[in-house]
């Protein structure tokens, strides 16, 4: 008996690209030819075979990259399922939260929601459920070990920041002396900031987050540009900062926020490319370009084979008006979305990674944070005459995208998808 197999451009199910661990497989577009069946039982048992053949028919995907990676997941008849963490739904859990923002110097006060007066406490015990499998809860020795030696960067706006601190306020829980963790310049975290780095001198890790809202590099208005034009945005040129994220383990990326018309025209930032100010420029259009500049810059600068890249998508808001000065801040998550799960800056990043040639993982955080109105600072912000329904309290929504980014890290059973 004679049997030919051939899987053009196999994804395989281990985690691709990432660097933590010894000896893991790098198996981008692989192709496999089994000739035999006399040589598959020589090399295996029958059990391996089956899987193998789930495995490759369920992540056969032959025309466009996957993004989003999902859990596979083997159930009792041994087939392969997979979970895309991003589709589940909000449900409450007494174990959360994960840490005490007050015990943990790195949340910044601004986010410590329950230190500024906010009195319910619902908002900090749900946990996200993806439809079709958990996340497993971490060990938060055994990622401290597994994070020995490493250097992860984040690099963004302020939701990049609270993501910053939500993952050392975790890892901190881990740790028995806290005088052991610090940030290396002495600096306290200040919202204009453009570098924090932390380290936990124990592990030889370090957790660096570099301010970088727009990603691509700010400049002076060119000679003879209209007054209106005070900054320009250059959309083909990434941060003069950037030379500083290369050198990491674990880069997470995410831009978003700042691309509304109050934040750059009013502000008298507009875009250039080139030499050429692009003054009717629209902003998807513009942010499309920003991220191909990056996408770009990682493909040439960033070794996928050390560095294991992640964006995030847009983290939803939830204003009451277009002008982002109203919103109530709910006790309850809503039970659905309300319109909230997509949004034109998700779409666009999953897009421009899809086209990538080198693999990053889409953190698609948008759908599961479009839930959470109960979830945001409010008013129990560092400035509580100012509503604040964008950033989130910490412990909150920020923890559960650092529990997906550590599952991410610690579970070899990854595949990818191009679900969303
Ligand atoms: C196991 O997975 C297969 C393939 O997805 C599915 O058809 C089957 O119903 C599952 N079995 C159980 C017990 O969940
Ligand atoms: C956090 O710890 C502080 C003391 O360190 C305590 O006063 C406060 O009640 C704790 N907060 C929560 C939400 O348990
Ligand atoms: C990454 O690994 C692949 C496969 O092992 C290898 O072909 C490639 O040259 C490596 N790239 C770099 C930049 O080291």
Not at 317 to 324: G, I, M, N, Q
């Amino acid at each position: 008996m004679e049997m030919v197999f051939s899987f053009a451009k196999l994804k395989l199910f281990s985690p691709r690209g990432l660097s933590l661990g010894n000896g893991i497989i790098k198996d981008h577009c692989k192709i496999w030819i089994f000739h035999s069946i006399n040589g598959l039982v020589a090399i295996g048992s029958l059990t391996s075979f089956i899987l193998a053949m789930a495995y490759a028919y369920l992540y056969l995907f032959p025309s466009s990259r996957p993004v989003i990676r999902s859990y596979g997941i083997s159930n009792s008849t041994g087939s392969i399922e997979k979970c895309n963490l991003f589709q589940g739904k909000w449900i409450p859990d007494e174990n959360y939260p994960l840490y005490n923002a007050s015990d943990c110097p790195f949340a910044e006060r601004g986010f410590n929601c329950f230190a500024n007066g906010r009195r319910d406490r619902g908002y900090s015990k749900w946990r996200w459920k993806p439809k079709d499998c958990d996340i497993p809860r971490f060990n938060v020795q055994a990622v401290l070990e597994k994070l020995r030696g490493k250097r992860v960067v984040f690099v963004g706006d302020s939701l990049s920041r609270t993501q910053w601190e939500s993952l050392i306020c975790i890892l901190m829980t881990g740790v028995d002396d806290k005088k052991s963790v610090y940030e290396v310049n002495k600096n306290k975290i200040t919202k204009q900031i453009r570098f924090l780095g932390v380290k936990f001198s124990s592990f030889d890790l370090r957790i660096d987050f570099y301010r970088s809202i727009f990603l691509v590099q700010p400049g002076p208005a060119p000679p003879r540009a209209p007054k209106r034009v005070k900054t320009t945005l250059r959309l083909d040129v990434l941060d003069d900062i950037s030379k500083e994220w290369i050198d990491s383990d674990i880069l997470i990326f995410n831009s978003g926020h700042w691309w509304t018309p109050s934040k750059l025209f009013e502000l008298g930032w507009y875009f250039q490319v080139d030499k050429s100010l692009k003054l009717g420029m629209p902003i998807n259009t513009a942010f499309r370009k920003a991220l191909n500049t990056w996408a770009s810059w990682v493909e040439k600068k960033i070794n996928t084979n050390r560095t294991s890249v992640f964006f995030r998508t847009f983290e939803a808001s939830h204003w009451s008006s277009r002008s982002r000065k109203t919103c109530k801040v709910t006790r309850r998550p809503w039970f659905s979305t309300r319109g909230k799960e997509r949004s034109p800056i998700s779409d666009t990043i999953i897009n421009v990674v899809r086209k990538m040639s080198v693999p990053v993982t889409v953190l698609h955080v948008t759908r599961m944070g479009a839930f959470r109105i109960d979830a945001h600072v409010g008013t129990w912000s560092d400035n509580p005459s100012v509503k604040d329904c964008s950033h989130w309290c910490l412990p909150g929504v920020p923890d559960m995208w650092n529990e997906i980014l550590l599952s991410y890290l610690m579970l070899p059973n990854l595949v990818s998808s191009n679900e969303q």
